[in-house]
Every structure is written in structure tokens, then in C-alpha cells.
């Protein structure tokens, strides 16, 4: 350790500190550890620090000064969607009447939080065509296997128990083929063309009765929207197999098109990415799940129902494929969710999708002066550029990343999706300026020279960061994932 | 109306256009084929100012009978208990909730330190040498901790116990549908697990038996004992579910030799927010390690030598290793993992054992209280804050007259416990206090004359 570290919590711990402090005990005591015996009595305290409140709030400063959020500047990281978090969302959020109350109280007395819910479940409706949807996933890959979960239901109250594949595109989001596989699926893989977008003569090749579903994402990873969306439907539904929408780029389409109009069964969103829920340096998130009509009777259950004007909980739902969580998801990230829709509206939320598009459409040929653009057609809400130009003079995508950072830019998505080489995927979003853009794309720019003429000062950025590049091999080979005293 | 997070003006438009050599952004939908193409606009309520919504959400949010005007004995899973201010000044900064996962560790020190200190506080409550950086919600950590054990064992048989929370018992069945796990219920006497019927039903073609501790009754259940029943099949795991707060002063599962622990952390520092979002924790062995689902925090250092963190053993995860991945999870709780790290610094090595005694103390009275009103309690044996009472009215009935006196009264076990009609679960937090649990149980008391 050198003197330059940031000290963990544990390090700022002194015997005898104290950052809390209890009411006073005014019920008679009585003896505890006599009734638990010592076999059940703790006899080594748990090692939680020692300290002040002070030093709780200078730690945890010091510590959100070494972090990056959207607040901090622009963060265009594709398939993640970083768009500015609104702060009505938090304020709402925190008001005693959303953020105390229980899960088990009666729903006469949370009609409030019934009614968002329920209304929450009819906008989301709306914006994807679909007939039903469900609260209750908390977050992407939850929403995408609660969704396959219902499609292995819907086949099976079919008499249908051979569809044991998934099929998913090779530029599929990793958590497509890892949710299948905890489906009880078996993910193939159907290869894309020279324009990027999914091989329908693949698809027929894949696709047949013991296929259950195709997921896919349109706009695809590489901002694509699949244009022969309604051929492939057909493709996959005349085999008896269900669609199933990735929602995760949902923001390039926002009142232009809806999943279920093209023919998708089953939709999840990720509502702190499209919906501005916050991604908490990592979560909590919030993924529902939207279904056609022939799949509604499989969704998770309880659903919030509206009867007359109550609104309460339907749990009697006999082929629904149980509970995918306890309780009825990430209430408070569905509030953010909700308080966004009502800020935005029809019309808002078609211009969220329309400036989206039209900022990731000005980056792209800004910058494909400078770097490869494998697919040169429009895209969507993001592209994916490709390093391989720089690569040759010895600049990988991983360097010109990290070289970002010197410039406080949080850098692109990079080496996905896998079927470009040197992958740098990015998305701007729509709550980006004009000025915020030009100076990225003129970073960007300035990189790609260095790259050619100044080499160095790319592969070996970052320069300004608090710690430079990390020793990833030896975290991995000799892992050491808690603090122990010394 | 003007939409205060869009800052597209029409002048940038048209440069931009120029740019692209459009005239018109329709063109950059003209791919989207014809025939599914919404040819009208979406039919959502009319976008409103920040000062209407607000009223508005403000209205919505009364509507709600909150935990702060009104006195709860309510817990089954979520508790009300004193979150430091502290906590919610952290967790507002907008460098940590802005952030996304931090794959950039030279820019994410901050938040990757913060994991690395939750899991390092995980691994102390529960006596477990490995923890990760948090799942959903105790529920889904605990289905796949099951569906780990199914793996690493090659075995289907899962015995659970009735006495785990029942909405997690409804996530294991679901989880377990993928890799068609046989899941056996244990029954429960009293509010304990039925160790005979354990013993009967645990043989080689057990994978795990899932307890927790304290259970869904609030009873402590007798882990040494089942710990001795699983060395009959030292293949079979033992998989506990704990309520960490009860760890400040229940001898942690890691010390009865578990193989999985989780449990919530919504105790510390997390409101109950309608049930989520919460954060679950998963900590395990050293052996089980490169099995454990989502992510993980690692030390390490950087070229200069200094220590830093990365996110690391991710051969484990979806996005390296798709559908070999040990788990789908990909977003987590982090969030909430900090909130519970904050106060779990603030409440303190000290203070954390005092909390868990104070709320063990008035569970206590609140139970003697309800012996001296004449009241039947029906769980006998040791436990933390909750207990079991016997009613001579159904629990809504109880609970709508409470709800006049400004209660909201204890879960009515009715809901999943057909043989437990009128049976209420009272939960006693350290915020009550010696007038309020006399007021109830004399309330209570009422209803019974």
C-alpha cells in the first residue's frame, strides 16, 4: 500500500467511534442469551467499522469523486442508453406515501401506488402494441427469461415439449443466450448478412419444430433497424415458434413503430434505460414484460387490476408461470419510469426517439471519416464504428477508450457487438447537445491523429485518471474479494 | 409544450440534417417497413409542466396510508426500520446513481471500492469467506442458490421448508421449472421446520435443503442440528436464507458449516417501497467461487502500483461467456447495495448488535403483552423480532379495526397457510416503542372481548 491510496472504510475504523445511536431501551429486559444458548448466540462481533458520521460523509464523497455518472459529462455507451435521469423522478420517488409503504398492506390503502401500477402497465402497453403486461421483473435479462418462462408455458399447455431451442442473432446481447439456457433452453445462433442484419436464408436453415422462440432486438446492436422484420416473423411463426423483442433499444422507436405491430409475442423493457430509471452503477433496474393476447394467460402473477374504480391484485390467474419475484417488482423504479412518461407524453416521447436517432445519424458521419463503418445505411439510436484502421498502427479500440477518459468522456461500448472487429459502439442519446457532440466527435477526432502520429500517448492513456491501467490477469488468477485486517 | 430534457433547437436540426444530407429526420425511419409503421400517435395521457406532475404525484402518494403516520406491526419479509440520514444524502450523489456498471475501472474507483466494502461487510454478518456485489432481492438470490446447488451437484431433489418466506418459495418453483427441478416441501410444526420429515426425505438424491434463519415465523430454526442431519449426505448443500440484521447477534450460518448464504439487506438503510427495490445478497464458500451468479469486486493494483478494484472472475458472466454463463443476471442492485453499505458503516460493529437485541427485547414485551391480554401465541420456541398470534377474528377483520386506531396491524398468514386462518405474524422493530406495542396489543384486546 502506498501513501497514495484511498483508504477503505475499514481503515478509517477506531475502537470506540460511533455513528449511530439508538433509543434507549423502555421495555423490560429480559435475558437473551440464557433463552439462545451460546450455540446460537453470535460470539465474534462482525467486523462493520468503527467511525463517525463525519468521517462516513468524507469517505463516501471521496469516493463519489471517483466516479463517473451522466451528471459528470457525456457518456455515450451503446446498448445502455445513458440519458439524463430526471430529478422530479427522485423527488417523487422519496415521498413517504411511495417510498414506506409495505408490500402486505391492504390494497384499499395503497390505492395510490394501485393506480400508478396500473396505469404504468396500460402506457407500456401502448408504446409496444402489446395486450398485456407485468410489473413484476427487475431488470433486463430477469424480464427477457420471465418472458421465455411463458413461451415454454404457452408450448407445453400445447402438448408441445420438443422446442428445446432458442434461436438467437450473433450480434445478440449476452444476456440473450444465458437467459435461454436458464429457461431450460438451448441457444443457435443465426448469422447476419453483409448489411448487418439477421440471414433470412440462415433463419429458414435454423428455424423448424423444435424451436421455440427467436429473440432479437430491432434496431439490432448495430443500430440497425432489421427492415425484413415481417418476413422473419413469418419465418418463426409458421414453424410454431414465437418472437420474443429485446427491449433494450426500444429508444430508437418510440411512437414511429411498436413491437407488437410487427408481429413480436412476447416484449421486456428496461425502463432505466428507455424510461430514465436511474442505472445506479449497476441497478437496481426494472424489466416488464409485455405479451399478445395468446400469451396473457401465462404472465407472472399478481397483476394489478382495475374493478370499477378500486384498484387491487389478481392473483387467481391458473396458467400463469407463477412468481418471477416476490412482492410486484421494482415499485420504485417503475415510479421514475412513470413519472417520466407523464413528463413526456405521446408527442415527447416520439421526439425522445426521433433526436436519438438524428444525433447517433450526426455522429456517425462525423466520424466515419476517421474510423471504419462497417454498415453504411442510416441507423437508429446508435452505430458501431470499427478500430480496425488503428489497429494496424498498433492502436487497439482498448486505447483509444482509455484515451477518452483523459478527455472526461466515458467511452463507447467496446468490443461488442462480437461480430465486428475492434468493436466501438456508441449512442448518444437524445438529452445530449449539439456542443456536447461536436466535442466528442472533435476528441474522437484528434485521437484518430494521434493514433497515426503520436501512437504512444493513446496506448499508454489513460494519463489523468485517479489509477491507471488495472492488473486484470492477477484479480482474476489470485482473487482477493474482501478486505481482511492486517 | 416545451420538454425541458430535450435540447435539439431548430437551428442545430437543420446543420445536422445538412450534415447527414437529409432534408427530413422522417428519412431516417424510411427503412422501417410500411406496413408496420404507426401511422397515429400514441394514445398516452397529455404530457405535463414539472409543477402540475408534481402536484399531481403528490396527491397520488397521500392516497397511501404510509409507514411514518401510521404505526406498523407489519414485517413477513420487509421491515421498518431507522435508516440514518446519511444514507440518502450517499446515495443522491449523482456521480454514484448516474453512474452505469462500472467496466471502466479507472473512472468507477468509487463504486467499485463501495462494492468491495459490501462485500467484505456480507462476509463478516454471515461467516461466509466469499460474497458477491448483490442480486435483485432475497427471493430470486435464494432460486438460484438452488439452482446452483442443482448444478454443482448434477442432483434434482430440493428439500425446502415451509417455513421459508412463501413468496420465495413461489420464485424457487419457477426458477426451478428451467432446469426441472423436483422441489419437496418440508412441513413445519409450530413454526419450525419438521426435522423428522427433513431426515426422511434427505437421501443421495438431495441437492440442497433450503432453510431460513430466522424463518418466515420468526423462529430461530436449530441449524446444528439439521447441519447434523446433511453430514448423513455431505454431498447434498445447505442452503440458508437470514435476515442479516439478525446476525448483529445470531451465530452466523457460516459457523453451522452452509454452503449458500443469502438473505435481503432491505434492513439496512432500504425503505420498503412497496417491495422493491430491495438487494439481495449471495455469499458462498471459497469452493464455490467461479459458481457464484452476477458480479463480483476484486482488488488489485494499476501500472504505478497503486491499489485499485475491477470487476473480475467474469468468465462466470453472460456477457463473456453467454449461454455457458453460470447465471443470466446482468443488472443488480448496486444502488441499494451502497445504501445498505452506508448504513451498515453508520450503525457500526457496536451497533449493530445493539439493534438486533433491541429489536429481540421488544419483540419479547410485545409477545408478554399479548400472554397477559390472554392471547395465544402460537410459535413457542426462541426467535428474533416476529412472532405468531391467535386471533378469534379473521386477520382483515382485526387489521380494518386497528387500521381506525392509526395501526397497521401484523401479516395475516391466511394468505399462504390455509390452516392458519386467523393466525396473525407481528413484527416488533426497534422504532416502536413500550406505548405504542401496549396501545396494540391493547387494541388487539378489544376485538378479542
Known sequence: ?486 | MDFRFLPMTENDKKEMLDTIGISSTDELFSDIPEKVRLKRDLNLKAPKSEADLKKELVQMANKNYNLKEYTSFLGAGVYDHFIPSVVDHVISRSEFYTAYTPYQPEISQGELQAIFEFQTMISELTGMPVANSSMYDGGTSLAEAVNLSAGQTRKKKVLVSKAVHPESQAVIETYGKGPNLEIVYIDHVNGLTDLDQLAKELDENTASVVIQYPNFFGQIEPLAEIRELLNQQPKSMFIVSSNPLSLGYLTPPGKFGADIVVGDTQVFGIPAQFGGPHCGYFATTEKLMRKIPGRLVGQTTDENGLRGFVLTLQAREQHIRRDKATSNICSNQALNALASSVAMSSIGKHGLKKMSELNMQKARYAKQKFVEEGFEIVTNGTFFNEFVVKLPVSVSVANEKLLEKGFIGGYDLASYYPELEGHMLVAVTEIRTKEEIDAFVKELGDIHD
Not at chain 1, 123 to 143: C, P
Open chain 1, 1 to 486: 500500500m502506498t501513501n497514495q491510496d484511498f483508504p477503505l472504510i475499514f481503515e478509517r475504523s477506531k475502537e470506540g467511534r460511533v455513528s449511530f445511536n439508538l433509543p434507549e431501551i423502555d421495555v423490560p429486559e429480559v435475558d437473551l442469551e440464557a433463552e439462545l444458548t451460546d450455540t446460537y448466540v453470535r460470539q465474534e462481533a462482525p467486523d462493520l467499522p468503527e467511525v463517525s458520521e463525519l468521517d462516513i460523509m468524507r469517505h463516501y464523497t471521496g469516493l463519489s469523486n471517483r466516479n463517473y455518472g451522466v451528471d459528470s459529462g457525456f457518456y455515450p455507451l451503446g446498448s445502455c442508453t445513458m440519458k439524463y435521469n430526471p430529478k422530479i423522478n427522485e423527488d417523487v420517488a422519496r415521498l413517504d406515501g411511495f417510498s414506506h409503504i409495505h408490500p402486505y398492506q391492504d390494497p384499499k390503502t395503497v390505492q395510490g401506488a394501485l393506480e400508478m401500477m396500473y396505469d404504468l402497465q396500460e402506457s407500456l402497453k401502448e408504446i409496444t402494441g402489446m395486450a398485456g403486461v407485468s410489473l413484476q421483473s427487475a431488470a433486463g435479462a430477469h424480464g427477457e427469461w420471465t418472458g421465455l418462462m411463458m413461451i415454454r408455458a404457452f408450448h407445453e399447455a400445447n402438448g408441445d415439449f420438443h422446442r428445446t431451442k432458442v434461436i438467437v442473432p450473433d450480434s445478440a446481447h449476452g444476456t440473450n443466450p444465458a437467459s435461454a439456457t436458464v429457461a431450460g433452453f438451448e441457444a443457435v445462433t443465426v448469422k447476419s448478412n453483409e448489411n448487418g442484419l439477421v440471414d433470412l436464408e440462415d433463419l429458414k436453415r435454423v428455424v423448424g419444430d423444435d424451436v421455440a422462440a427467436l429473440m432479437l432486438t430491432n434496431p439490432n446492436t448495430l443500430g440497425l433497424f432489421e427492415t425484413e422484420i415481417v418476413e422473419m416473423a413469418e419465418i418463426v411463426h409458421e414453424a410454431g415458434g414465437k418472437l420474443y423483442y429485446d427491449g433494450a433499444n426500444l429508444n430508437a422507436i418510440m411512437g414511429y413503430a411498436r413491437p407488437g405491430d410487427m408481429g413480436f409475442d412476447v416484449v421486456h423493457l428496461n425502463l432505466h434505460k428507455t424510461f430514465t430509471g436511474p442505472h445506479g452503477g449497476g441497478g437496481p433496474g426494472s424489466g416488464p414484460v409485455g405479451v399478445s393476447a395468446e400469451l396473457e394467460p401465462y404472465l407472472p402473477k399478481p397483476l394489478i387490476v382495475k374493478q370499477d374504480d378500486f384498484y387491487t391484485f389478481e392473483y387467481d390467474r391458473p396458467q400463469s408461470i407463477g412468481r418471477v419475484k416476490p412482492y410486484y417488482g421494482n415499485f420504485g423504479i417503475n415510479l421514475r419510469a412513470y413519472t417520466y412518461i407523464r413528463t413526456m407524453g405521446a408527442e415527447g416521447l416520439k421526439k425522445v426517439s426521433e433526436y436519438a436517432v438524428l444525433n447517433a445519424n450526426y455522429m456517425m458521419r462525423k466520424l466515419e471519416k476517421a474510423y471504419d463503418l462497417p454498415y453504411s445505411q442510416h441507423c437508429k439510436h446508435e452505430f458501431v464504428l470499427s478500430g480496425r484502421r488503428q489497429k494496424k498502427l498498433g492502436v487497439r479500440t482498448l486505447d483509444i477508450a482509455k484515451r477518452l477518459l483523459d478527455f472526461g468522456y466515458h467511452p463507447p461500448t467496446i468490443y461488442f457487438p462480437l461480430n465486428v472487429e475492434e468493436a466501438l459502439m456508441v449512442e448518444p442519446t437524445e438529452t445530449e447537445s449539439k456542443e456536447t457532440l461536436d466535442g466528442f466527435i472533435d476528441t474522437m477526432l484528434q485521437i484518430a491523429e494521434e493514433a497515426e502520429n503520436n501512437p504512444e500517448i493513446v496506448q499508454e492513456a489513460p494519463h489523468n485518471t485517479v489509477v491507471k491501467r488495472m492488473d486484470e490477469t492477477t484479480a482474476a488468477r489470485k482473487p482477493i474479494l474482501r478486505y481482511y485486517k492486517a
